[in-house]
Structure formats: structure tokens, C-alpha cells
């Protein structure tokens, strides 16, 4: 018989040791005891220490089964471990898809136990605030798990709330976290009183506040939540009186008369609620600038430009570096280009409205540049709502789309600029297409660019006719 | 936290507590690191549970309950005299960050009365939401009830920071809605879910955010004279078309301030219960609603037993299965078969003949499965599935044990 003593606790680094040695010298689980803490009656013969044996290779399923349960309080988990690990080295490596077979049944049923006991200790843990010293908080708890899971706990609790100062006292071990090092500590003794500010009794009220009398089921509370949890948990105090009140407050509810309303002009309040549109162009613009962007990067908004009532607006696709740092359309590159193509087509800029499909520059940072990134459809899509009320203001006779991306923003559909470019029919208003400035830079030609230049001024005219 | 935001607390979460929708499930797992607070899991915690056997996950509360609307099943309608309160966008802030880091819940559930105007309402909490995830760093959960007359652009901006939106439909046919609900609009309804749906899946897309745990909706059981049938057929249409995670079934409740124009009378909580069952049937068990609504009479669910039971009783030639040949969707229409054992079972079975004593390590349920199975070493003699008194000897009496 091989007696092997492991700490006390969840060991899974003893386990673990004693296991590879077990394996390598081929040690049937019949012939060890397994015991924890103080050293057993019959002796500690484990294996010498330089035979440490060799790392198994596991299914994952295993090594995994094997760290929750040794958290387990169940004296027989490491000798249940060990018949696992010695089944699956001698040739039955799925034995854990065997959910039948009356260990691997055992063991999920630990495992089971001690992944409720986690879940628990993550759920019905309260921290209490006390002020620190040098007058910070510092966040109290006090918690009885069933098994020995405080190590396992501590991740989640280290990762929620890693911003605060915080300690986790339980008669199994404790915890301690100083916004940078996480340690463990001995067994606590349940603090005589963790005094709170008014947090506490605020959450007394909500708890409270938030049961329905009318659906009183204490079983389904209970099977959740067991007693064994509630000294843990201060508003558990309140459930008698809760639940001892409950059949009165609904027998009140019943018997009560059918409230009788105060007078109330519903006409009134039902039309102011429906005037909550905005009411102008200058209260629409209050509400973009408020408006978080709806594509990553942007400074600020940028606000159509022009005045109300003019006969063209124009739509281009979105602000670029330039127009973000002025929060102006059309001064860069772009509009300059498109005021000299205005100018030429003997158009006044100051007459026109200016905007953009959508309101935010949308860039990546390359160093100290900022890419212009193209919005994505759905992105334009977004933006739709506010173009739309803000051309309902302006109420210009023709809406002229500078590219694919206007384009899209007013049709609401796919449009091929090249091919489609002249008069088209927007949701609602009398449109034109044609190709955005930006198009004509990127042209490599000379000749080339000169030719589209010269038809980029020609839609241009034709736009203002028709306008 | 001072006496007056404790007593308006207490109003403001009193009046929440008819929404059933609770869960904080579904987000992808982040944190706030070193600057921030807090950390979603994706599977979500219950912090505790009320005596009405329901969990308290967030903090669920309204923003205010002062309502320009008058529906009658709703305690915050015009026509009301509770007492009023408002929070201010501070104020809801203080208390989410107060009660999470005392671990007592997963974040905020933020409904509202509708005051002023519906965008004004939808502004005031998408602020509360912006505040949390900007100025404070909040990686706790947010869930937003979208009021659905706001505008388009308000409902975008809520999708940038809540985790989940949900609006409640509350009534399942239009006919009712205009009865009880006489300023909602069924249509204005839908199509925001519309809109959000939309949203949902091109941010997916395009792996952007935007209400990433979904949205979902409530409707209450038993204030109308709708049946089990077209309550389901309404989930159904909503799964469908609009890709809801989630519809909740509030039981209609006794409110105090009951309108005269609704029967006060208690509460159908065995209804409410049927119907999440048949719920789960139609989601994860490949149900249809045609096949549900006909395991009960007259369009309603059969109260005794649940509705997959209802069902096996109602087509009893498909049974016995054999619970060594049959294939997956057979077996999760045997009853007290979950989709955990039925998982099991297939898995186990790859490698050993399951006899009876096996399938008792692998179901809970085993007992109500019993006349519906064959095992290798089971074959109910006499088919049992015909016995007459099948569904007495399956159901047992139930009754409600008290806690003190």
C-alpha cells in the first residue's frame, strides 16, 4: 500500500506530482491511499523525491475535469482522479465522453458541485466599502464556499474589478488585491461587522421594491438561492417580512376599488409628444454635433453649409482630414477643386447647399497621419436619417450627388456613377449624379483629367439648368 | 446615498419590476482592465432572488415613471395616482456603479415612462449609457428599453453602448394593443425591431458594435383575451422576422391602481410557465407552434402537463423510441429528455449499448421518460404509451410548500 499526503485544500500541483510518479512506476489505484493535511496513520512511503516522474499527455477534457475537482471537499476526489487517469492511460482515452459509466457519472457530479459552488461565490459575494487610510475605498467580503475554490475565484473577482482595492475573507483561505498584485492568505474569521455607507441600505430598499407580491414562490427562491448562502448576503434579512406580508398586499390589491384617474388631458399631452422632431435646421444641427459618430475617428461633426431654401444642394460623400479640423465642407483638396469646377460653370458656391452623406471623418491613424477610410454601406446607411431631415429643411429643387457614396445615400440603392451619371429620382426629390472631385485627383493622366474635368463642369451646368 | 434617492429608489424600482426580461447573458466577455469597472462573462450571473422565485441580475429601474401614455395594464399609465418619481442621468449612473462594485448586480436595466417627448426619454438614457461606458469605463452589463416612437437616430445612438435594446410589444395582436394601448402603435412597434434588427446583423458584418447580446420583447399573458396559439404564433413571427433572442411572458399581474377597464383577478402563473415551456420547444427543440397548440384544446395549453408531454400523449404511434438507434431530434421529443441528456446519451451511446440503469446516470427526468423509451434491456410490454391512465400516473400533485 502507497500512502501518499497532500495539503489541504485543492493541491492540484501534489496531484499532479503524485500522479506522473504513480503512472511511471505503473501503480494500480488499488494500492494507494490518498489522504490530506496531516500525515497519514500508516506512514508517508510516497516514491523518492528524484523519481519525479513524466509529464502525461492528457485529453484536454481531462486535465481539465481534474482541476475543478480537486477543489472538491470530498476526501475520495484524488483516488477517484487517480482511477480516472489510470483508465484513460490503459487504452480507454474517451472514457470521458462515457457519460454512463458510474465514475465518469461520479465525477461529473463533483465537477457539477464545484461549478455551482463558483457560480455561487461570483453571484452572492457582497463587498462592503470602508474608507481606506489615505482616503480611497477599500472593498470588504466575507463568503463560506462549500469547497475549496478560493484560488479558483479569484481570476474573475482580479478581472471585474481590478480598479479597486479589495479583500475576499472565507474560513477556507483569503484574498487580497491592491489594483497590481493579487495575494492569498490564511483562513479568516467571520469580522464582527462590516459597516457600509448607505449603499447597503439602498440596495435593502431595491431588493425590496423589486418582488412582486402577486407571484410569491419562496421553493423557486430557495432552489436557487439556499439558506446555507443568505448569512452571506444582507438583504436576505429582509425575505420573512417580505414574503409573511405578501398574501395581505395582494388581498389589498384585489379588493381595492378600480382607481379612479385624476383628470388628465391626454389630447394635449399625446400631441405635444408628437411634435419632437426638430423644428428647424439649426436644432437638427444640435442634435448631429451632440451625436456620438457612427464610424470610428472623427473630432467633430461637419454640418452642411449654405442657406436654407437654396435652389441646389449638393452631396458629397464625407468630411476628410481637412473639413474635420475646420468643421467646414468642402475645404480641402476635394472642395477646392469643386469650387474652381463651380466657378467655371459660372455657378456661385455661396448660392448652393453644401453637405456630406455622412458627418464624421472616418480615418485610421498611420503615425502622425490620419487615412481616410471610405464608410461602409452600412455606415452610410446610418447617416440616411439625418440627410434626409436636413434636406427637408433646406427643400432645394434639385440634389446633385457628388459619387457612388451620395449617390447611395439618397437612392438608397447600389448606383454605378460612370454609367448612371445625369438626372435621377431620390426618395422624394428631383436628383442628379455625378462623380465626386475626389475622383478627378485620382486620375494619373494628365490628358485623362483634363477630359473629366472638363465633363465634371459640364454635369455641373447641366445640373444648374435643370435646377 | 441620501434618504430622498433611497425613497426614489424604492418608487422607481417598484414600478420596473413588471418587465420580466432580467437576463444578462450574451454579451462577448470583456473587461475594463485597470482604468475601467467590470467585466461581462458571457453567460451571465443571478446576484440573488427574490421571494418570487425570480433573480435579481441588474439593476432594473425606470428612469422615471411620470407617463404621457395610458395603457391599462401598466401601474405608470397617465391615469395612474402611484406616486411619481424621476432620476436624474446622475443619479442612475451613481447607483450602477455603487451597487456593482459591491458585487450585487451585472448592470443596468434602464427602462422609462415617457415624459416630454419619446426622444427626449430615449436621450436622457442612452445619456445614462454613454456616461457609464465613457466617462466611467463600465464593461458591466446595459440593456435599454427602446421607446419605440423615438427617432431612428436615437435608436442608433442607444445601439453604440447598450448591450442589448429590447421593445416590449406587450399585447400579441393589434386588435388589443389598440384596445388597451390606445397611443401605441403596433406598427411603429415592429418596425423599430425592423430597424434594430437591421442593425444587429450589418454590425455583425462588419464587426462593429452594436447591441451585440441582441434584442428581445415582452408580452403579457392574460390581461386579453388572446389564446396560447396566437401568443405563440406572434413569438414565432417574432424569432423569425426579426431575429428576436428573447420574448418574455409576463403573467398579467393584480397591479394597485388597477384601471376598471381590466378584471382584476390573480395572475395566470401557470399560463406564464406553459408558455416558456413551449417557448424552449419552439427555439432549441424544433417544434413547430402547429404542433405545440396541438398537444392542448382550444388553442389554449394544457395547464396539468407540460406541452412536450402534451404533445407525446396526443402522437403516442411515435413512441416507444429506442434510445440506442433513434436519432437526435426523435429523442428530444421524448418527455424528461432535456437537450443535455439527449446530448449525452448520443455521445455515450458510441460506445456502449445504454440499458436502463445507464440512462438513470444520464437524465434527471427519467421517470416521466420511462413509458417513451426503449432501452437494451427495457421493452415496455404491453405498450405502456397506450395505457389510458398514462397521463395520471405521470403526473404528480403538486403543491406549494411554504418557507416558514
Known amino acids: 500500500m502507497h500512502t501518499i499526503t497532500l495539503r489541504e485544500g485543492a493541491d492540484l500541483d501534489g496531484f499532479r506530482r503524485a500522479v506522473r510518479r504513480l503512472a511511471a512506476s505503473r501503480t494500480e489505484p488499488d494500492t494507494v491511499l490518498w489522504s490530506v493535511g496531516a500525515p497519514s496513520l500508516f506512514g508517508d512511503d510516497a516514491a ?75 453571484a452572492f459575494l457582497r463587498f462592503r466599502a470602508l474608507p481606506d487610510p489615505d482616503g480611497g475605498e477599500r472593498y470588504v467580503a466575507w463568503f463560506e464556499p462549500d469547497h475549496h475554490i478560493v484560488e479558483a475565484v479569484a481570476p474573475f473577482f482580479v478581472e471585474r474589478f481590478e480598479s ?92 381595492a376599488e378600480a382607481a379612479i384617474p385624476r383628470r388628465r388631458t391626454p389630447e394635449k399631452a399625446v400631441a405635444a409628444m ?73 455657378i456661385d458656391r455661396g448660392s448652393l447647399y453644401l453637405t456630406n452623406a455622412v458627418k464624421h471623418f472616418k480615418f485610421v491613424q498611420r503615425g502622425k497621419r490620419r487615412i481616410h477610410q471610405s464608410p461602409t454601406a452600412g455606415e452610410v446607411k446610418h447617416y440616411r436619417w439625418w440627410l434626409m431631415t436636413e434636406l427637408g429643411f433646406v427643400r432645394p429643387r434639385l440634389v446633385v450627388a457628388l459619387g457612388a457614396t ?29 462623380v465626386h472631385p475626389s475622383y478627378l485627383l485620382r486620375l494619373p493622366g494628365d490628358e485623362e483629367r483634363r477630359r473629366a474635368q472638363a465633363e465634371f463642369v459640364a454635369d455641373l451646368r447641366r445640373a444648374a439648368a435643370l435646377a | 446615498m441620501d434618504d430622498a434617492l433611497i425613497e426614489k429608489l424604492g418608487i422607481l424600482a417598484d414600478a420596473a419590476k413588471y418587465d420580466a426580461s432580467c437576463a444578462s447573458s450574451g454579451a462577448k466577455p470583456r473587461s475594463g482592465g485597470k482604468e475601467g469597472l467590470g467585466s461581462t462573462t458571457g453567460a451571465g450571473i443571478c446576484h440573488a432572488y427574490t421571494p418570487d422565485g425570480r433573480c435579481v441580475s441588474l439593476l432594473k429601474i425606470l428612469l422615471t415613471n411620470h407617463c404621457l401614455f395610458d395603457c391599462v395594464y401598466c401601474i405608470n399609465r397617465r391615469s395612474s395616482n402611484v406616486r411619481r418619481a424621476r432620476f436624474t442621468v446622475a443619479e442612475v449612473v451613481e447607483l450602477t456603479l455603487g451597487f456593482y462594485k459591491r458585487n450585487c448586480i451585472e448592470g443596468l436595466f434602464l427602462s422609462s ?60 395582436s393589434d386588435h388589443s394593443l389598440k384596445a388597451f394601448a390606445p397611443e401605441k402603435n403596433g406598427g411603429t412597434i415592429k418596425a423599430v425591431m425592423g430597424q434594430v434588427n437591421e442593425r444587429i446583423v450589418e454590425a455583425k458584418e462588419e464587426r462593429r458594435r ?69 417557448d ?29 408531454l402534451a404533445w407525446a400523449l396526443k402522437n403516442r404511434e411515435r413512441f416507444p423510441v429506442d434510445v440506442n438507434r433513434a436519432d437526435r431530434e426523435m429523442l428530444l421529443r421524448v418527455p424528461g429528455l432535456g437537450a443535455r441528456a439527449v446530448d449525452k446519451i448520443l455521445s455515450a451511446r458510441r460506445h456502449t449499448r445504454l440499458r436502463m440503469e445507464d440512462l438513470g446516470r444520464l437524465s434527471s427526468g427519467l ?38
Not at chain 2, 124 to 145: E, N, P, S
Open chain 1, 48 to 122: 523518492p523525491a528524484s523519481e519525479n516522474g513524466l509529464p502525461l499527455f492528457l485529453p484536454h477534457a481531462v486535465g481539465q475535469l481534474i482541476e475543478t475537482v480537486v477543489c472538491h471537499g470530498d476526501p475520495e476526489r484524488y483516488a477517484l482522479l487517480h482511477r480516472l487517469v489510470w483508465r484513460v492511460l490503459n487504452g480507454e482515452r474517451a472514457l470521458l465522453d462515457q457519460h454512463a459509466d458510474p465514475l465518469v457519472h461520479r465525477l461529473e457530479r463533483l465537477d457539477k458541485a464545484v461549478r455551482r459552488d463558483i457560480h455561487k461565490m461570483h
Open chain 1, 164 to 255: 479597486m482595492v479589495w479583500t475576499i475573507l472565507t474560513p477556507k483561505g483569503s484574498l487580497h488585491w491592491d489594483r497590481q498584485h493579487l495575494m492569498t492568505g490564511p483562513p479568516a474569521e467571520r469580522p464582527d461587522s462590516l459597516a457600509d455607507d448607505r449603499f447597503a441600505e439602498g440596495w435593502l430598499r431595491y431588493y425590496e421594491s423589486t418582488f412582486n407580491p402577486a407571484r410569491v414562490n419562496p421553493t423557486a427562491m430557495r432552489a436557487e438561492m439556499p439558506r446555507k448562502y443568505w448569512v452571506n448576503m444582507p438583504e436576505t434579512a429582509a425575505i420573512p417580512a417580505m414574503v409573511r406580508s405578501a398574501p395581505a398586499r395582494v388581498q389589498a390589491m384585489l379588493e
Open chain 1, 274 to 346: 408628437a411634435r419632437q422632431a426638430p423644428e428647424s435646421l439649426a436644432d437638427l444641427n444640435r442634435l448631429i454635433q451632440r451625436s456620438e459618430p457612427l464610424v470610428p475617428g472623427a473630432t467633430q461633426a461637419v454640418l452642411g453649409e449654405g442657406p436654407e431654401g437654396a435652389a441646389i444642394a449638393i452631396v458629397g460623400e464625407q468630411p476628410g482630414d481637412q473639413e474635420d479640423r475646420e468643421a467646414r465642407p468642402f475645404v480641402g483638396p476635394a472642395g477646392q477643386l469643386l469650387t474652381a469646377a463651380l466657378e467655371e460653370a459660372g
Open chain 1, 406 to 434: 451620395a449617390a447611395l445615400a439618397l437612392s438608397g440603392r447600389p448606383v454605378a456613377v460612370l454609367r448612371e451619371r445625369g438626372p435621377m429620382a431620390f426618395d422624394g426629390w428631383d436628383g442628379f449624379v455625378t
Open chain 2, 113 to 172: 415612462g415617457i415624459i416630454r417627448s419619446p426622444d427626449h426619454t430615449m436621450e436622457q438614457m442612452m445619456l445614462v449609457a454613454r456616461t457609464l461606458r465613457r466617462d466611467h469605463g463600465f464593461a458591466g452589463y446595459i440593456h435599454l428599453k427602446t421607446i419605440p416612437e423615438a427617432s431612428p437616430w436615437l435608436i442608433e445612438q442607444a445601439g453604440l453602448w447598450a448591450d442589448r435594446l429590447s421593445i416590449n410589444l406587450e399585447l400579441p
Open chain 2, 210 to 278: 452594436f447591441s451585440p447580446a441582441g434584442q428581445s420583447t415582452q408580452l403579457i399573458v392574460g390581461a386579453d383575451d388572446a389564446t396560447d396559439r396566437s401568443v405563440l404564433e406572434t413569438s414565432g413571427t417574432l424569432y423569425q422576422r426579426y431575429g428576436l433572442r428573447r420574448v418574455y411572458y409576463s403573467a398579467f399581474s393584480p397591479i394597485p391602481e388597477a384601471s376598471s377597464v381590466l378584471p382584476v383577478k390573480p395572475p395566470p402563473l401557470q399560463r406564464e410557465n406553459r408558455l416558456y415551456q413551449a
Open chain 2, 280 to 308: 424552449w420547444l419552439l427555439r432549441y427543440y424544433g417544434f413547430t407552434v402547429e404542433e405545440i397548440a396541438s398537444g392542448g384544446e382550444g388553442g389554449m395549453l394544457d395547464l396539468g402537463i407540460d406541452p412536450k
Open chain 2, 367 to 404: 421517470r416521466r421518460a420511462r413509458p417513451f423509451l426503449i432501452a437494451a434491456d427495457y421493452h415496455p410490454v404491453g405498450g405502456l404509451t397506450d395505457r389510458l391512465d398514462l397521463r395520471q400516473r405521470l403526473v404528480t400533485p403538486s403543491s406549494q410548500l411554504s418557507l416558514f
